[in-house]
């Protein structure tokens, strides 16, 4: 039996500057829109077959994961490792409702699943100095991405980046469950983002999308909205649903080598009928009885935009 608690962010350790000289800085611009390395390669992308081995269930309790035996265990899914990331603050929330199918099913089947529940966690959305341990790189300017690049290099991450950077180090499968925030990711999503997928870790130069450090991963965006999905439709006022997710999967995931399944997307559940909501519910729990037989898409620009 294998134990495992999700609980809130370590303390993070105080900051002991040191003023050293100004390095140079080896093109150290993370993310896509800063100069990162070019999408080298948009051809569709394969999944090889997955067989799992191993052991693991989980019961979600709170933020708590308690890992045993699974009694319903497929072969097909046993041993996988499933990260749900998850950003909402209210446990009886449809969000919370579409976590416990997602904990309960992939457990089912014989997954490990961890959850990062942000809000419980009290995630530091901040990206801050407060995230390396001991000296600066360079103490006179303080730039996020180098130093945390610098940090990661040296083992000076900040406790509650390693735990995160663990989490999804382990992962066959990243699932990030939230609502959606003004065309976005709640901010508490998106400071996950932010601080742990840091260069070195989860891209480095030269090496982002189909060549990022987080390849044979995959990554499931499901997400709630406000507004129906007709707003959401080619040519309506909120344009194409899929604008939205080209930060967020290609942007993000597919930069970091990530591949990407199909987003799974709620539309409105406060505005439908209970009927329709118990609907979407079961609909969830039927994508995850299949969810590892799936092909990720390709997530080129013309996925988004054409
Ligand atoms: P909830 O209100 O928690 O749930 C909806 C209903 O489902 C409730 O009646 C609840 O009781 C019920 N329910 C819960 N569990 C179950 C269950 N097991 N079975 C049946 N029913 C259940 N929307 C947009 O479309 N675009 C935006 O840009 C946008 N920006 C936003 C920005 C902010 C800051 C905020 C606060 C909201 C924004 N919204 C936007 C709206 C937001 O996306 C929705 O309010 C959210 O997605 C709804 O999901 P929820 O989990 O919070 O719903
Ligand atoms: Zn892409």
């Known amino acids: 039996m294998v134990s495992q608690a999700v609980t809130a962010a370590g303390a993070r350790p105080g900051a002991q500057p040191e003023p050293i000289p100004i390095p140079p800085r080896a093109g150290a611009a993370p993310g896509p829109g800063a100069g990162g390395p070019r999408d080298r390669r948009e051809a569709p992308l394969p999944v090889p077959p997955r067989i799992c081995s191993g052991r693991g269930g989980a019961v979600l309790r709170q933020h708590q994961i308690i890992h045993r035996d699974a009694p319903q265990r497929s072969p097909a899914m046993a041993g996988k490792k499933v990260l749900i990331v998850y950003a909402h603050q209210e446990p009886k929330s449809f969000n919370g409702a579409l976590l416990k199918i997602a904990v309960e099913e992939l457990t089912k089947q014989g997954c490990s699943v961890t959850v990062s529940d942000l809000y419980a966690m009290q995630f530091e959305p901040r990206a801050t100095r407060n995230d390396i341990v001991g000296h600066l790189h360079n103490s006179e300017a303080f730039n996020y991405g180098v130093e945390t690049w610098e940090a990661y290099k040296r083992g000076g991450l900040s406790k509650d980046l390693v735990e995160e950077q663990k989490k999804v180090q382990e992962a066959d499968l990243l699932i990030f469950q939230f609502p959606l925030f003004w065309f976005n990711m709640p901010a508490i999503l998106k400071g ?102 799936e092909e990720p898409i390709d997530c080129s620009p013309d996925w988004y935009f054409k």
């Not at 982002?208 to 499901?222: C, E, H, I, M, R």
């Not at 979407?280 to 994508?287: D, G, H, N, P, V």
């Open 192 to 293: 996950w983002m932010d601080r742990v997928l840091v260069q070195g870790f989860a891209y480095d130069l030269s090496k982002a999308y189909d060549g990022g450090l987080l390849q044979d991963k995959l990554s499931l965006f499901s997400f709630t909205t406000g507004g129906g999905q007709e707003m959401y439709s080619k040519g309506s006022i909120s344009g194409d649903i899929r604008y939205i997710l080209w930060p967020m999967q290609h942007g993000i995931m597919h930069f970091c080598g990530v591949k990407v399944l199909e987003p799974h997307i709620c539309y409105a559940p406060e505005n439908v009928s209970e009927e329709k909501r118990k609907e979407m519910l079961a609909a969830w729990t039927q994508r995850l009885k299949n969810l590892w037989k």
